[in-house]
C-alpha cells in the first residue's frame, strides 16, 4: 500500500503553481547523524510545513507556501536534510514527534520484528510448525474482526485449495 502513496507526488500540480510537483521538501527518507534513515511525510500541508521548520529551527521559512515550496523544492529540502543530519535518530524523532509531524524510523527486518508495535499487534509469528518460512516472521499485517488471517503453514495442492476453502462455501 505505501507504494500506491509515491506515485502521486510527482503527478500534483498544485493550484496557482507554474509547475507540477518533482517532490516536495520535508516528503522522503532522510539520514540521521547516526546514519539510520527517517520516513518524513510533510506533503502539502502548511500546518506540517510551519511546524517542520519550528522543529528543526529552520527560521523565516514556517510561512513559506505550497507554490514556493514547490519553486524552491531542492533547496528548502536540502536544509531539511541538512538539520536532520546534525541530529540522532533519537534526537531527530523526538524533535518531530513533539510538533506532531508524520515521521517514522526506518526498521531492519530484525528490528520491525522485534518491534513493540508489530508484537502487540500480533503480526509477528513465532510458532508455525512445518512452516518453511524462517521464524520469527511478519505475518499479514492488517488485522479483520470477521476473517482473521490463515496460520502460516505449507501452501496447499491446486485442487485441495478448492475443496476446502471459500471457493466450496
Known amino acids: 500500500?505505501?507504494?500506491?502513496?509515491?506515485?502521486?507526488?510527482?503527478?500534483?500540480?498544485?493550484r496557482h503553481s507554474p509547475q507540477a510537483m518533482n517532490g516536495m521538501p520535508g516528503y522522503g527518507i532522510y539520514r540521521t547523524a547516526d546514519g539510520r534513515l527517517l520516513s518524513l511525510g510533510v506533503l502539502m500541508e502548511d500546518?506540517?510545513?510551519?511546524?517542520l521548520?519550528?522543529?528543526?529551527?529552520?527560521?523565516g521559512l514556517e510561512a513559506v507556501g505550497v507554490v514556493e515550496r514547490v519553486q524552491r523544492?531542492?533547496?528548502?529540502d536540502a536544509l531539511v536534510a541538512d538539520a536532520l543530519a546534525a541530529l540522532s535518530e533519537?534526537?531527530?524523532?523526538?524533535?518531530l514527534a513533539a510538533h506532531d509531524l508524520p515521521v517514522a524510523p526506518i526498521l531492519s527486518r530484525r528490528e520491525m520484528l522485534e518491534h513493540p508495535h508489530f508484537r502487540a499487534r500480533g503480526t509477528v509469528i513465532t510458532d508455525a510448525p512445518g512452516s518453511a518460512v524462517p521464524l520469527p516472521a511478519l505475518?499479514?499485517?492488517?488485522?479483520y474482526a470477521v476473517h482473521p488471517a490463515r496460520e502460516l503453514g505449507p501452501v496447499p495442492e491446486l485442487d485441495e485449495a478448492a475443496e476446502g476453502s471459500w471457493l466450496a462455501r
Open 139 to 143: 505475518g499479514h499485517p492488517a488485522r
Open 1 to 14: 500500500m505505501l507504494a500506491t502513496w509515491t506515485g502521486a507526488v510527482g503527478a500534483l500540480v498544485p
Open 73 to 76: 523544492k531542492d533547496e528548502l
Open 53 to 59: 521548520c519550528r522543529a528543526l529551527d529552520l527560521e
Open 47 to 51: 500546518h506540517f510545513w510551519a511546524a
Open 90 to 95: 533519537e534526537q531527530a524523532l523526538a524533535r
